[in-house]
């Protein structure tokens, strides 16, 4: 019988890499002239996989966003990774912002996936296995046909391809 070969399309961010560029931008924060005296403030919350932005206004807030988001690019975490949720007013006239961290496929986009791997008209089959995809072939080259094809699609999504076997 002829072996099969297979591997996985994940989602996931590496969250020390995350708590990383929140070190450096809460570092470059407290050292920029710009937000001397200002009340902007970064925290990660590993376990619930959420970043808190809190700053005096949206303006500022806006800035926090930029210097968070460049360590981050910086780190190799893709910012299609980050949800941000709506800017709330919260108490000492600052504004807050929750941004979660984007950690495995959503089922739609799982089956968008699967679809589009699908209608390649390639000799795989694809497994979706919760929050992620198992793709299985006989031949390396259709998997890695797979890959480029996945690479060159836009699913607003970062994808990482591992367990290749």
């Known amino acids: 019988m002829a072996s099969e070969c297979s591997f996985d399309i994940v989602s996931k961010a590496d969250l020390q890499e995350v708590d990383n560029a929140v070190n450096q931008a809460v570092k470059e924060i407290s050292q920029r002239f710009d937000f001397r005296g200002s009340k902007s403030e970064i925290t990660l919350n590993k376990t619930e996989n959420k970043i808190t932005l809190v700053s005096d206004n949206e303006t500022k807030l806006e800035s926090v966003i930029d210097v968070?988001?460049?360590?981050?690019?910086?780190?190799?975490?893709?910012?299609?990774?980050?949800?941000?949720?709506?800017?709330?007013?919260?108490?000492?006239?600052?504004?807050?912002?929750?941004?979660?961290?984007?950690?495995?496929?959503?089922?739609?986009?799982?089956?968008?996936?699967?679809?589009?791997?699908?209608?390649?008209?390639?000799?795989?089959?694809?497994?979706?296995?919760?929050?992620?995809?198992?793709?299985?072939?006989?031949?390396?080259?259709?998997?890695?046909?797979?890959?480029?094809?996945?690479?060159?699609?836009?699913?607003?999504?970062?994808?990482?391809?591992t367990n290749y076997k």
Not at 70 to 98: C, H, M, W, Y
Not at 118 to 141: E, F, H, M, P
Request: hydrophobic share 35%.
């Open 68 to 161: 968070l988001e460049s360590k981050l690019i910086k780190r190799g975490i893709s910012i299609s990774a980050l949800d941000f949720e709506t800017i709330n007013p919260s108490a000492n006239q600052t504004v807050t912002q929750i941004v979660k961290i984007q950690q495995g496929i959503v089922s739609d986009k799982c089956k968008e996936i699967t679809r589009t791997i699908k209608d390649a008209g390639l000799k795989v089959r694809t497994q979706i296995l919760g929050d992620y995809i198992r793709v299985i072939g006989k031949s390396k080259d259709d998997l890695q046909t797979v890959i480029v094809l996945l690479k060159s699609k836009d699913f607003k999504t970062p994808l990482q391809f």
